[in-house]
């Protein structure tokens, strides 16, 4: 059973939250699905419980995602989709703005529930103003939430230097060999609610003879063993995979309990980068 966590923004001057939505804490990335792919996948995820989608310009399949969701038996607004700002495209306030829309006509919706700057703009001196277009997206009524994606702890800091409102999420690679307390801790200190992607490293990860002889001990396979560890850190975990079974077996992660052997998740970490890290650029 997916459990949901209130996420929030929180006004950069005074500290207090603005207003609080509810997201779900398990969800499927759909990252590297070709369209057919990411229609199917999503529509056995609905079936099989899954309320939380992450896609992005970037994946090339905002119109597949769209077609899935209202080709599914659930009603638009139990569904979570996330999107976000492609890098190339966070370039300044009307981009964004423009950007965010083509996102939903593309989508076929009216409003997606969380739109994240996919990194941090690349240019340093248009990041106050990608994000001032990102507030107005949510005041437009475009986004039901915002946030960042890829932002380490100094772009954080940097954010109140120019935020009206801080981001409800930062989504980050977080999994047992990327652990990253000290970000987790920064996202929490600014009330951004830390979004873990790829559980699995990219499914570097899942053929670890550690995590086998944990996964083992517990009687789940290696890759739940991943997945709960993510979820039980207090991380919203989105795993991909386009595999009928392996969506099933990954939404059944949630129901595996790693207390026992939690200890034993502390000697994976080797701070293993799966693709890229913005989160250490300027
Ligand atoms: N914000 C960002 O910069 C960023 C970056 C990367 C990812 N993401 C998001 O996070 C999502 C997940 O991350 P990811 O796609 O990088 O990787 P991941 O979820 O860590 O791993 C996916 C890989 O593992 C395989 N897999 C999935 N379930 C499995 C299982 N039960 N047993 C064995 N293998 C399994 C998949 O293959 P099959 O499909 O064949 O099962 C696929 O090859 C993405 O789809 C995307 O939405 C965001």
Redesign the pocket.
Known sequence: MIDYVPISHRDNQNGTKIFEILMPRFGL????MDDDECKSSIIHALDNGYRLI???TA?GNENAVGEAIRSSKIPRDEIFVVT?LRRVHATGFDETISQCRESLQRLGLDFVDLY?V??PPENISVRGDVWEAMEACLKLGLTKSIGV??YGIEHLEAMKEYATILPSVN???V?PWLQRLELRKANEMIGAVTMG???????HK?TDPNLASIAQSIGC????AAIKWVYDTGCIT??????PA?II??IDSLNIDISDVIEDFSSLDESYI???NPTIEP
């Open positions: 990335g759909v990252w590297q992450d896609t992005a994946y976000k994240l996919h990194a994606s890829n989504q980050i690679e999994h992607y790829s559980p699995l490293a990219r499914g899942v396979t290696p890759a739940q989105i795993p991909k995979s386009s595999n392996r077996e990954n799966s693709g890229w």
